[in-house]
């Protein structure tokens, strides 16, 4: 591990995270998956708001901390768990927007890989790497998938550093090769994964769908989303 702890953006102490951490965007979110799926919480963090906190699921040590949005905020924060806090496996829990026509509302999305538009790529001097997943996290989630009988989507995502304005042809040219869905971080979790020899994977639910036009219900929301943290959790307990 390379960095002094707390790290300039975590003020948590060595020891405060599990090795598995599950990265919601949103600090609330972080906040709400702790006091609703974790027992023995504690609050390991709160520089910027950007909330972490550390309890058990299953009697198993879990850490959940918010990624922020955007490439830049999720390698940021990757960057100090796995080398400050010497976290092994990120598991993000988000929301995209789905590029498929057969993707409904609700539907769950596992980037097996995660195109990008980002400079990170091109800045770490790796112009034309492909992020991906860590196998053994994918493999591991889908085993537990088939186990809860939850339908989850395997693909390719793109993580784009724009939510507005990415242009015409964007959801044409990337779904015409197979990409399903689109979101801001997943691409940047895996480089620094990939760099730093940890591990990662991205899994989303379909929050509105840039093909129909659809949004999410409230209600939709939530179940989906209560689907999708079994999911890393059963995972996250099984690594
Ligand atoms: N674009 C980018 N990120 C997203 C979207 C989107 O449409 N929906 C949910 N996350």
């Given at each position: 591990m390379?960095?002094?702890?707390?790290?300039?953006?975590?003020?948590?102490?060595?020891?405060?995270?599990?090795k598995?951490?599950?990265?919601?965007?949103?600090?609330?979110?972080?906040?709400?998956?702790?006091?609703?799926?974790?027992?023995?919480?504690?609050?390991?963090?709160?520089?910027?708001?950007?909330?972490?906190?550390?309890?058990?699921?299953?009697?198993?040590?879990?850490?959940?901390?918010?990624?922020?949005?955007?490439?830049?905020?999720?390698?940021?924060?990757?960057?100090?768990?796995?080398?400050?806090y010497g976290v092994e496996?990120?598991?993000?829990?988000?929301?995209?927007?789905?590029?498929?026509?057969?993707?409904?509302?609700?539907?769950?999305?596992?980037?097996?890989?995660?195109?990008?538009?980002?400079?990170?790529?091109?800045?770490?001097?790796?112009?034309?790497?492909?992020?991906?997943?860590?196998?053994?996290?994918?493999?591991?989630?889908?085993?537990?998938?088939?186990?809860?009988?939850?339908?989850?989507?395997?693909?390719?995502?793109?993580?784009?550093?724009?939510?507005?304005?990415?242009?015409?042809?964007?959801?044409?040219?990337?779904?015409?090769?197979?990409?399903?869905?689109?979101?801001?971080?997943?691409?940047?979790?895996?480089?620094?994964?990939?760099?730093?020899?940890?591990?990662?994977?991205?899994?989303?639910?379909?929050?509105?769908?840039?093909?129909?036009?659809?949004?999410?219900?409230?209600?939709?929301?939530?179940?989906?989303?209560?689907?999708?943290?079994?999911?890393?959790?059963?995972?996250?307990?099984?690594?």
């Amino acid at each position: 591990m390379s960095l002094t702890v707390p790290t300039p953006h975590i003020n948590a102490q060595k020891g405060d995270f599990a090795k598995t951490v599950l990265m919601p965007g949103d600090p609330l979110r972080a906040k709400y998956i702790a006091e609703t799926y974790l027992e023995n919480v504690k609050q390991v963090t709160s520089v910027r708001n950007v909330l972490g906190f550390t309890g058990t699921y299953k009697g198993k040590e879990v850490s959940v901390m918010a990624s922020g949005m955007g490439i830049p905020s999720i390698s940021i924060y990757s960057y100090e768990l796995f080398e400050g806090y010497g976290v092994e496996n990120i598991i993000r829990v988000g929301t995209a927007g789905a590029m498929n026509k057969d993707l409904k509302i609700g539907d769950i999305v596992v980037g097996m890989g995660a195109c990008t538009n980002s400079a990170v790529i091109k800045e770490s001097g790796l112009k034309g790497f492909a992020p991906i997943a860590d196998y053994n996290l994918l493999h591991t989630l889908c085993l537990v998938a088939e186990k809860h009988e939850t339908k989850v989507k395997v693909g390719n995502l793109f993580s784009s550093d724009l939510f507005y304005g990415s242009g015409e042809d964007f959801v044409q040219k990337w779904s015409s090769v197979g990409t399903l869905a689109v979101e801001m971080e997943a691409a940047g979790l895996y480089l620094n994964a990939a760099k730093l020899g940890k591990k990662a994977l991205a899994i989303c639910t379909i929050s509105d769908s840039l093909v129909t036009g659809e949004a999410t219900t409230s209600e939709q929301r939530q179940t989906s989303f209560n689907e999708m943290m079994i999911l890393a959790l059963e995972t996250a307990i099984s690594l």
